[in-house]
């Protein structure tokens, strides 16, 4: 069985010490991707004050690039958006938030030559960077 860590270019660079995800199988374990541009330290979607805090957030901003960027890690890593199997989100302000990120989610992955992938939504109360929404992924080769 291959097992191999997958990093690309075209996302944004993970924020701790793990790989944009792994290869086991024909199986990928996508580590949670945000929104962040690649190569950058720009979040769309997000205004900072001086002091570091967000003053204003654009949630489908933020969803459209956080979907992008796992699309891209998927795709490095060799395999089709219609191999995704399950996804898995998280929201900080859920109440606010959903309905805007169910929308988006849906163009990403639901309708013709989009996956049907199983999915989970919490909240957590915060997420390392000053982000709203995060997606980890599993897609299985050929789904």
Known sequence: MSDSTVNTSNAPPPVG???????VGDMLF??????RQANSTDIPGVTLNASGQV?????????????ANARAVVEAA???????VDVLVFLTHMKEDFATYNRVYAECFAGEGNPNP????IEITALPTPIAVEIKITAVRNA
Do not use: K, N
């Not at 996508?30 to 929104?35: A, E, I, N, R, T």
């Open 55 to 67: 003053t204003e957030r654009d949630i489908e901003a933020q969803c459209r690039a956080c979907f």
């Open 17 to 23: 010490a793990y790989p944009h995800a792994r290869v």
């Open 30 to 35: 996508l580590s949670g991707v945000g929104p």
């Open 78 to 84: 060799g395999f089709r958006w219609s191999d995704v």
């Open 118 to 121: 199983a999915r989970t939504t």
